[in-house]
């Protein structure tokens, strides 16, 4: 994320690379977006739900597949004090599934809705939207197979972001089959890659050899052509995943949701069975961030990780490519709301006072502000007409032991001596008229 203040000189710390502070104005972003995602996971009822920050590393290297980048190359794992292997964890899903079963969520009534905001952590080169701590939200369904639940997972998404203000969006969906088709299909994939070997990347060789479906994914300009002319699965989805398929697209027809077909997407975590789909802004901008959001369908992960077949479909969206693009379209948010009032005190007695003058003004819910540094009454005015308050209150030594205050108009200049123990009450009707 962009720096908010200009730096000086290099401090003797730094924070680790591709992780950030989470500054000022980065967290009224992420308040901002937290309320939009809270409103709308209560409105269609998902459970809030936290996992630990780390798991076993068995979860992940299981749950995400042996072959993917996240498991191969971007887990941050240590072996602890005590003995155990442990990960930062670099998604939300598979831990979210240790927790339905370890919970025994599936006696709950199915299905079971559930929603996360926090930290993730992949050991990536850092870039433009690509960091090594980054945060996700993500809602998961778990205990239903109907594919009404990807559409409303995809919609729930979208809906998020429009609220956000995001104009451009494109939805890319696909189908990845299941157990029943895909072997088949990853065997023609497969001999087609093979007896192209020559030309394709290095990376690609590689990935022919764990899981050709990846190199599908491929995004290295010699291997296009030959993605080209590969074999679709689309036209190799067993009749179940067929027909689920097209129930989704028909779902997201109904609901207006623009999307198009893109059968290079296979996703780069090994869980997904029949839906995938991505998110992303389709602008210049937009295609740098990366992906907003990416999901899909995950029929056999509860079972893989230890529990009977439990269908399941969810999506997570990074929250700092999406702070981004709305910095980008110039979505600024205030910061606290201006103060009208400002309480000048003049001298230790007036100072000490002050506090609880304003503990009242809180509780009244008015917002005052201060200046506590400043001791003359000049400076304190000053500070007053440059944060443009409409009222200077000043407590001098005279008026506290008076039990009286000073209302400024700041506007006409008009000054009124009024009672300490009324002040509340008549700002209130002041500002009120004003
Ligand atoms: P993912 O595609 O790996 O899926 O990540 C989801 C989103 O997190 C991405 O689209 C991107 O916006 C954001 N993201 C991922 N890595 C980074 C990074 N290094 N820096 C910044 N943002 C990043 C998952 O994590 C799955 N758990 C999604 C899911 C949930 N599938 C089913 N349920």
């Known amino acids: 994320m962009e720096k908010e203040f200009k730096q000086t000189k290099r401090s003797k710390f730094q924070k680790p690379a591709g992780m950030h ?27 809030k739900i936290d996992t630990p920050i780390l798991e076993e590393t068995e ?25 155990d292997f ?7 899903t598979a831990p979210i599934v240790r927790s339905f079963i370890e919970n025994g969520m599936f006696n709950l009534p199915q299905p079971v809705k559930l929603w996360y905001f926090g930290p993730f952590f992949r050991y990536e080169r850092p870039q433009a939207g690509r960091y090594r701590q980054f945060h996700q939200f993500g809602f998961e369904t778990l205990g239903e197979k109907s594919p009404i639940v990807d559409a409303q997972i995809i919609q729930i998404f979208f809906q ?23 072997p088949y299909y990853k065997k023609l994939l497969t001999s087609y890659f093979r007896s192209r070997e020559a030309s394709l990347c290095a990376n690609c060789r590689r990935r022919l050899r764990e899981n050709p479906l990846r190199v599908l994914d491929c995004k290295e300009e010699k291997c296009q052509p030959i993605k080209a002319q590969a074999p ?8 179940e995943c067929h027909w689920h398929f097209k129930e989704v697209l028909e779902f997201l027809d109904t609901l207006e949701l623009p999307y198009r077909l893109n ?67 110039k979505i600024r948010l205030s910061s606290f709301p201006k103060p009208k009032i ?9 100072k000490r006072k002050s506090l609880k003058i304003i503990e009242e003004f809180r509780k009244a819910k008015i917002e005052v502000t201060e200046s506590f540094g400043r001791d003359s009454l000049k400076a304190q005015l000053n500070r007053a007409n440059r944060m443009g308050v409409k009222f200077t209150l000043i407590l001098g030594q005279k008026e506290t032991l008076e039990g009286t205050i000073m209302i400024r108009n700041m506007k006409t200049g008009s000054q009124e001596l009024v009672k300490l123990d009324k002040i509340v009450k008549v700002m209130k009707r002041r500002l009120k008229s004003k």
Do not use: W
């Open 160 to 182: 998020i972001l429009k609220t956000l203000k995001f104009k451009n969006l494109i939805i890319e969906i696909n189908s990845i089959g299941d157990s029943q088709c895909r």
């Open 86 to 92: 442990l990960t930062l964890r670099p998604e939300g």
């Open 342 to 350: 400002f309480l000048a005190q003049i001298g230790n007695l007036a």
């Open 263 to 329: 059968p290079y997407l296979v996703r780069g975590l090994d869980y997904y069975t029949k839906t995938v789909f991505e998110i992303f802004e389709d602008t210049e901008e937009g295609r740098k961030q990366g992906v907003l959001v990416g999901g899909g369908r995950y029929d056999t992960l509860v079972k893989l990780l230890g529990r009977k077949d439990v269908p399941a479909c969810g999506g997570s969206a990074g929250i700092e490519r999406i702070i981004n693009l709305m910095k980008g379209k």
């Open 59 to 83: 979860l992940f290297s299981r749950g995400i597949g042996l072959s993917t980048d996240i498991v191969q190359k971007q887990m941050y794992s240590f072996k602890s004090r005590g003995g």
């Open 21 to 47: 502070d989470i500054l000022f104005e980065n967290q009224r972003y992420f308040k901002k977006i937290y309320n939009v995602v809270e409103e709308i996971a209560n409105f269609y009822r998902f459970e």
């Open 232 to 239: 679709q699965l689309i036209d190799h989805l067993c009749k």
